[in-house]
């Protein structure tokens, strides 16, 4: 006689740290609210590693000011019953909210989770009021990861200053020439930095950025629009740096040295940013040197006001636009903002590029697409065209490609609109009919 289902409870069988990691997965909040199921379950949550906080899951935002502060105030006072509650070390602390009622609980959360050996630190806070941290997460030894989207400020400079960092993301309303001295001569073991934030005033700045130890940078540099006379340089000395990101609405100059490991490079400036600069040419010839000085990178990607900066140059008559002799793979945003003859210039410089993203498409006249590409065709292996439309620029490129390129692996052509063309499928089918130079060439419409 075969028995009925059986209603055995096998998960709460598990060993608690078995079922402490699955709730791991889980938002704190739903991982307290297991504590309902059982007996069981009642504690298992206390022990959790990752206390991650977000009232975007607690709280019913309403346009009525006084019950959004009531239910601020709850979600708070959640947060302090969780925290009271934890036992054992906390790997992950992180909280994410439009803003805080009673701010002094965010020194009190935080020196908690230090006093726990905090490894990881995320604080994303929505609100204007610029908050003193605790001392104690400087001088933390657990703590090897920070990531601060928010508005803070340090009162006293300690000695000593995240001995055992490896990843730092910051956001500052002002830095000023003293705040990259003082980090980086305090971070021993920095491998990962992000620094986001404004440089105001039309006294000149400078940022040292010297690191033994740093292999990813990140820079989002930005003057107010009423402060574009605001002059800054940027001095990076890191020889074990692997990638490096610019993000630039200054514009700043960028002197990098001994850069002997980077092989990922972005390169972002603003249009607006030129538009409105003096000396366009100046900013152009800065990026020049910039790229000079990272040219055995192996990846590069050059946003639209990057080639916007490119097409001031006069080709004609300057050689001084560096070759890239190990650059196998290139990504280039808006070629609509640099003229063909820029793009020749500089895919010239590339020989053994094999791999070219298009990331914002290729819709515009390309007089004569030979002398453009014809020093990319020996050698390219794949070509991604992004936010194709299906013009008559467009195909007209896509087929001389296909049908010049000596080696082409694959071209992967990717976009939401064919209006001009008709619908994805009849734009592939166009596509496969194209003549290949290449027996191996696989196309993909996405």
């Not at 239910?71 to 708070?76: G, L, P, Q, V």
């Not at 070390?89 to 989770?113: P, Q, Y």
């Not at 490129?397 to 390129?405: D, E, M, Q």
């Not at 052509?413 to 290449?438: N, P, T």
Request: aromatic share 10%; hydrophobic share 40%; proline share 4%.
């Amino acid at each position: 006689m075969m028995n009925g289902p059986s209603t055995e409870d096998r998960i709460s069988c598990l060993p608690n740290a078995i079922l402490c990691h699955i709730l791991s997965f889980l938002p704190t909040k739903y991982a307290v609210a297991t504590c309902v199921l059982s007996s069981t379950w009642k504690l298992v949550w206390t022990s959790l590693p990752n206390l991650c906080f977000d009232d975007r899951l607690c709280l019913e935002f309403q346009r009525n000011l006084d019950l959004s502060t009531v239910a601020s105030t709850r979600f708070e006072n959640f947060v302090n019953r969780v925290l009271l509650s934890a036992s054992g070390n906390i790997n992950k602390f992180s909280l994410r909210c439009c803003g805080l009622v009673d701010s002094s609980r965010l020194k009190l959360w935080v020196s908690f989770a230090t006093m726990r050996n905090v490894r990881e630190i995320e604080i994303s806070l929505n609100d204007d009021e610029c908050i003193e941290l605790p001392h104690c997460i400087y001088t933390c030894k657990t703590l090897e990861v920070l990531k601060l989207d928010m508005n803070f400020f340090i009162k006293t400079p300690p000695t000593i200053f995240f001995p055992s960092a490896k990843t730092l993301h910051v956001i500052l309303n002002t830095i000023d020439n003293n705040f990259s001295d003082w980090l980086f001569s305090k971070c021993p073991a920095l491998e990962d930095f992000s620094i986001k934030g404004y440089i105001y005033g039309t006294d000149s700045v400078t940022l040292n950025i010297p690191s033994l130890t740093l292999k990813r940078l990140r820079l989002e540099l930005e003057a107010p629009e009423e402060d574009y006379i605001t002059k800054y340089k940027v001095i990076i000395r890191a020889p074990n740096l692997e990638q490096l990101y610019i993000r630039d609405h200054g514009p700043g100059l960028y002197v990098v040295h001994e850069l002997h490991s980077l092989t990922k490079a972005v390169v972002d400036y603003g249009i607006e940013c030129i538009l409105d600069y003096d000396s366009p040419e100046d900013v152009a010839q800065a990026v020049v040197d910039m790229l000079r000085d990272i040219k055995n990178i192996k990846s590069l990607s050059l946003s639209s006001g990057t080639m916007f900066a490119l097409d001031r140059l006069d080709y004609a008559n300057d050689h001084s636009f560096p070759t890239f002799p190990f650059l196998n793979r290139l990504e280039v945003d808006g070629v609509g903002a640099c003229g063909w003859q820029s793009l020749a210039h500089i895919f010239s410089r590339m020989p053994k590029l094999e791999s070219i993203v298009f990331e914002e498409g290729v819709d515009f006249e390309w007089p004569e697409p030979s002398l453009m590409l014809g020093c990319l065709l020996s050698h390219v292996k794949v070509i991604v065209i992004g936010e194709f439309e299906g013009e008559e620029n467009e195909m007209k490129l896509i087929k001389y490609l296909l049908k010049n390129g000596e080696v082409l692996n694959a071209m992967i052509i990717g976009g939401e609109q064919f209006q001009r063309r008709g619908s994805k499928e009849e734009v592939y089918e166009q596509i496969l009919l194209f003549e290949r130079g290449s027996k191996t060439c696989q196309v993909r419409v996405l």
